[in-house]
């Protein structure tokens, strides 16, 4: 018998090691199977995944993908996190976000897991004057509280300032952020005020109430209008660096005038991306205090994607939120905010808020995920992409210092039609589902019963669009929900199945997924005639196709068929009218069905 080594982990050690290059090569031959003669660097370079501001991730990273030292936790740059001992000492702080005044939720939430407040106030949110309500019952001396009041900063932060005075709390006691953002209101609005209001309002915090921030840079208007991960951090540089200028015009000093911000910036399904543009993000803010001479870390509030949330299937949304919250937990969020699953519907019920804060809850107390400083320090991948998302980022802010700055960009439409060209780029994508939306454009379910819920109050408008990944593939669920109400039945299209199952099984659920993405519902059973169908798509593989598809198509033409699709690439098919594949642009093809249709 063989007796192992103490250590237990030898059990590969008499093989050589393997190479770079065999590993390489081994690819080439994968691909070459595919009908790609690559090899070498070559072989590897057809395996990355381009991504958005012309970042790509490779699909092996090793000790060669090496980027700069992101030094420890709690030192400049603050890469692996603005504080030594990171979230460890009790997790992150879960913060709720309330745009509506509804008896006992407030303390229901900070009951049951939040340990801060978001309350919207002013249009959009809760009036002004019911601040009081609000807070009705709130210890204000343990539970910080955010406003984010748009235009009505001003008399939303005298209000909380009066609370805290009138219910006994000490200065040095009050803890929270008043939320003073004018140049996010402008990107919200379009509108711009006067700053005056809001240095005084930090002058005030830096001199009288210690555990106070006066401004919050949020980043979710340029997110929310489709910008990418770099054109975010870009932007919310711009809009710090602009703040600091004007604080230190109206007279504090620029280590006070730091100490006043917080960053708000959105956390997505893309952990890796979410997690490195969190790290970037402390970085570029490290870079930009150093200069100042007051180096000082990001305070960082995540919250997770409005962009992701979809309206159909919305429990998918509980999943979408899960991976957001891990990662902003592992890129070193101080403050996570789960928006509730039904976010994009209106105002959330008990059960999704419940939901939303648990999320939180199980990710820091059940997987410990906050017992780590910095849990995705070291990984090749993630140091690689923090660096380059970095770089990206401050081209970025670059661009827009370049042209005046933040308000310019604003005034100019500059920044607008930068997001825009970003985003419709990515409506490319999602049209043609190279970026799969669950639920919606992949895998969608018609039977689904809607889910209804109170309208939230209107957010405030008139600046920058709000953009959803699912809008496209909803209008078109709209036109097929409209048609069901005044017909009685959805929009169909009979799948021929040709061949054996072997031939037509994946190319007939790729169609059924790909009709159903439209509102429109698959027949498969019985026959064309049968189906109440006016439009078929042929489902086999190419061989069968090649032997069936031009008669059958004319059988089925001759029976009433008034288009014929296909699933595969375009061909040589005589009858056969428009082809269905992975990469054709499902938006284009789904509406051009309804039209043909009669679906309006």
Avoid at 51 to 59: A, S, V
Avoid at 363 to 387: C, F, K, M, N, Q
Avoid at 510 to 532: K, M
Avoid at 576 to 599: I, K, M, N
């Amino acid at each position: 018998m063989t007796v192992l080594p103490d250590d237990g982990l030898s059990l590969a050690a008499e093989f050589p090691d393997a190479t770079h290059e065999q590993w390489q090569h081994l690819v080439a031959g994968v691909l070459r199977k595919s009908g790609k003669d690559v090899s070498g660097t070559a072989a590897e370079d057809a395996l990355s995944t381009a991504l958005e501001d012309g970042l790509r991730t490779r699909p092996l990273y090793t000790a060669r993908d090496t980027a700069p030292d992101p030094g420890l936790p709690g030192f400049a740059p603050f890469v692996r996190g603005s504080r030594a001992e990171g979230n460890t000492a009790g997790g992150w702080d879960v913060r709720q976000r309330h745009t509506a005044l509804t008896d006992g939720v407030v303390l229901a939430d900070l009951e049951n897991g939040v340990t801060s407040l978001w309350l919207v106030l002013g249009q959009g949110g809760i009036p002004v004057p019911d601040l009081r309500r609000a807070l009705d019952g709130v210890y204000l001396d343990l539970a910080p509280v955010v406003l984010d009041a748009g235009g009505d900063v001003e008399p939303a932060a005298r209000e909380l300032l009066r609370l805290y005075e009138e219910r006994g709390v000490a200065k040095e006691a009050a803890r929270g952020n008043l939320g003073a953002d004018p140049l996010g209101l402008q990107a919200r609005t379009g509108e711009s005020s006067q700053f005056a209001p809001v240095a005084s309002l930090a002058r005030l915090c830096a001199e009288e109430y210690p555990g106070l921030r006066a401004l919050t840079v949020d980043a979710l208007p340029y997110h929310e209008a489709g910008g990418s991960a770099a054109q975010e951090l870009g932007a919310s540089l711009a809009t710090g660096v602009a703040y600091l200028r004007q604080l230190t015009e109206a007279g504090l000093p620029v280590e006070q005038a730091c100490a006043q911000l917080e960053f708000r910036y959105a956390a997505t399904a893309d952990q890796f991306l979410t997690v490195a543009k969190l790290r970037a993000a402390r970085k570029l803010w490290a870079r930009v205090t150093e200069v100042c001479g007051a180096p000082s870390a990001q305070v960082q509030h995540a919250v997770t994607s409005p962009v992701m949330m979809t309206r159909r299937d919305p429990w998918v949304n509980m999943l979408r939120t899960t991976v957001a919250t891990l990662a902003a937990g592992v890129g070193g969020a101080d403050s996570v905010t789960v928006l509730p699953f039904d976010h994009a519907l209106g105002l959330p019920d008990a059960f999704a808020r419940r939901i939303a804060r648990n999320t939180s809850t199980i990710l820091i107390e059940e997987s410990h995920l906050a017992r780590v400083i910095d849990p995705a320090g070291g990984s090749w991948y993630v140091e690689r992409l923090t660096d380059e998302l970095a770089h990206a980022g401050w081209e970025f802010f670059q661009r827009i210092e370049r042209i005046g700055g933040q308000a310019a960009a604003l005034r100019s439409g500059r920044l607008g039609q930068d997001l825009a060209n970003t985003w419709e780029a990515r409506t490319g994508k999602l049209a043609k589902r190279r970026e799969p939306v669950t639920g919606v454009s992949e895998f969608p379910h018609l039977a689904e019963q809607p889910v209804e819920r109170e309208p939230a109050p209107e957010a405030p408008s008139g600046g920058l669009p709000r953009v959803r990944r699912d809008e496209a593939y909803e209008a078109l669920r709209a036109r097929s929900d409209a048609h069901l109400a005044a017909t009685g039945s959805r929009p169909r299209i009979f799948l021929a199945a040709l061949g054996p199952a072997a031939a037509h099984t994946a190319r007939l659920t790729f169609a059924s997924n790909l009709f159903q993405a439209g509102g429109i519902e698959p027949v498969t059973e019985g026959t064309f005639e049968e189906s109440g169908a006016t439009e078929v798509c042929l489902c086999s593989s190419d061989a069968v196709y090649e032997k069936q598809a031009e008669a059958v198509a004319g059988q089925l033409k001759a029976a009433g068929a008034s288009h014929v699709f296909l699933a595969g690439r375009p061909g040589n098919h005589p009858g056969v009218d428009g082809y269905v594949f992975a990469g054709c642009d499902a938006v284009a093809v789904l509406s051009a069905t309804l039209d043909r249709l009669g679906v309006s």
